[in-house]
């Protein structure tokens, strides 16, 4: 990361101000209302970043914002600046992390199992249908009408679609909001879209806010730079031990053309499971 935004030129497509946001339970609740299209009563605050892990062994995602309603439905809302190629599957991923958290050990009745709704925000239109909206539930293929009511729903929101008549002016102007974060110009309707804008802005001049971000943007350019350093590590421990393995073979001649092209030193490393 060479170049680090100040927190006035964050966009809510930005982990750190999204989660800022969103951790206020007004902000997630209206949210989630205009999305949904009815009234939503949050039964717990909002947790920002919660890591969900299902074993020691397993790798760990953090998901931006999670919470969950009166009646037991969970929502995860993400934030996705780049297509990263996978969000289907991520998707699928998250969910399966929410689902085993919701049962208590011993429990076997998945009847009990809360309805998740997985919320996906993107810049660009990852189905090329042109709409803002996509929602995907489980139905059946071969007969019409039956609908598998697991509970689990996934929507992905497009900032650029152009399918106007099918969503709501107030859910256009969050989406406008998403991505045109600190355009001061632009004259929202939506009362609940007003209060999420100047909690933004409230957010972007607050000093505390600031120091957490400058120490965010620290520790992440620590992390990164700690994993280039174990990456050369790495590397650099498996050409030595890709020398050693050569000159024990006597292929001399190898280590040297090893040296001058790295498309042959790579099928080495291959070659010696290295």
């Not at 989630?32 to 009234?39: S, V």
């Not at 039956?146 to 996934?154: F, H, P, T």
Request: hydrophobic share 35%.
């Amino acid at each position: 990361m060479d170049h680090r935004k100040t927190l006035q030129e964050l966009t809510l497509f930005d982990r750190f101000l999204f989660d800022e946001t969103m951790e206020k339970p007004e902000n997630m609740q209206a949210m989630l209302e205009i999305i949904l299209g009815k009234d939503i009563m949050l039964k717990y605050l909002p947790q920002t970043e919660k890591e969900q892990r299902t074993s020691s062994g397993f790798r760990f995602v953090k998901m931006d914002v999670w919470a969950q309603d009166e009646e037991g439905v969970v929502y995860d809302a993400e934030a996705q600046q780049r297509n990263t190629g996978n969000l289907p599957k991520r998707s699928r991923y998250y969910q399966s992390l929410i689902d085993c958290k919701l049962l208590q050990p011993g429990v076997d009745n998945f009847n009990e199992l809360n309805s998740v709704v997985i919320i996906m925000f993107m810049p660009f239109d990852l189905f090329h249908e042109k709409r803002y909206r996509y929602t995907f539930s489980m139905r059946c293929e071969e007969v019409t009408g039956i609908s598998l009511n697991d509970g689990a729903v996934r929507i992905f929101l497009n900032t650029h679609g152009e399918d106007d008549e099918n969503i709501t002016p107030e859910l256009k102007e969050l989406l406008y909001l998403i991505e045109h974060t600190n355009d001061r110009q632009k004259v929202f309707q939506s009362e609940k879209v007003r209060q999420i804008r100047d909690s933004v802005q409230m957010i972007q001049q607050n000093e505390e806010v600031g120091v957490r971000y400058m120490q965010a943007w620290e520790e992440r350019l620590m992390y990164e730079r700690e994993a280039r350093e174990e990456g050369r590590e790495e590397g650099r421990g498996r050409i030595n031990a890709l020398i050693l393995k050569l000159a024990e073979l006597g292929r001399t001649d190898d280590i040297t053309r090893a040296a001058a092209d790295n498309a042959y030193q790579e099928k080495l490393l291959r070659e010696f499971g290295l």
